[in-house]
């Protein structure tokens, strides 16, 4: 059940935490593993989401600092993988 007075759905972040959002594509050239460096500055290790637009390649982080992230793949591809790097403080 809705409650009597209903409020317009926001659909965006609301905060007052710091937040850094980074999004990039980045390119293997057949390869199986990118390190890419960040492009912000990340007073702590970010989260950070990666897919490749193949759905026959899996991708994963083989290491992360505030600086950058070493991604790998389960095969050598030479297609785009999508990056989101995102912090929000404490």
């Not at 007075?5 to 050239?29: G, P, Q």
């Not at 199986?32 to 007073?43: D, G, H, K, L, M």
């Amino acid at each position: 059940m809705y409650p009597i007075v209903r409020r317009r759905a926001v659909n965006e972040l609301v905060t007052e935490k710091e937040t850094i959002l980074e999004v990039n594509t980045l390119t293997f050239d057949d390869a199986a593993s990118v390190t890419y460096v960040f492009q912000q500055v990340y007073p702590d290790i970010p989260h950070v989401t990666a897919i490749s637009k193949d759905v026959s390649i899996n991708v994963f982080i083989e290491s992360i600092s505030t600086t950058s992230v070493t991604l790998g793949t389960s095969a050598i591809t030479d297609g785009p993988i999508h990056i989101h790097v995102i912090y929000i403080g404490e």
